[in-house]
């Protein structure tokens, strides 16, 4: 089964892009997430950053990176995602 046919199968899938903040697992990293809300009363736009726990297959993530997840079906207790590319390589990697 090719991986469009896979896809269009199991439906939409959540993508999200944030950056590595912790690769110390095995075949997990945590993704640091970072969204734009307005503040309801004052206006304000604010910052708020979500870890997700995703999984990396191959162990390719290093600290820094840039990458994209894509939502799945539950792999343990926290990770719900799969590392879909990495975008950019941390400096000095």
């Known amino acids: 089964m090719s991986e469009q046919a896979a896809t269009a199968s199991r439906g939409r899938q959540q993508v999200k892009v ?3 903040v912790r690769d110390q697992m095995d075949k997990t ?4 997430v970072t969204n734009t809300v307005m503040h309801r ?4 736009y604010l910052k708020r950053t979500s ?4 999984h990396d297959e191959n162990n390719e993530c290093r600290l820094g990176d840039r990458v994209r997840i894509v939502s799945s ?4 207790k926290q ?7 990495i975008l950019k390589r941390a400096e000095g990697s």
């Open 18 to 20: 944030g950056t590595v």
């Open 29 to 32: 990293v945590v993704v640091a």
């Open 41 to 44: 009363l004052y206006r304000r």
């Open 51 to 54: 870890k997700f726990f995703a």
């Open 73 to 76: 079906r539950p792999l343990s």
């Open 79 to 85: 990770k719900r995602w799969r590392v879909k590319e």
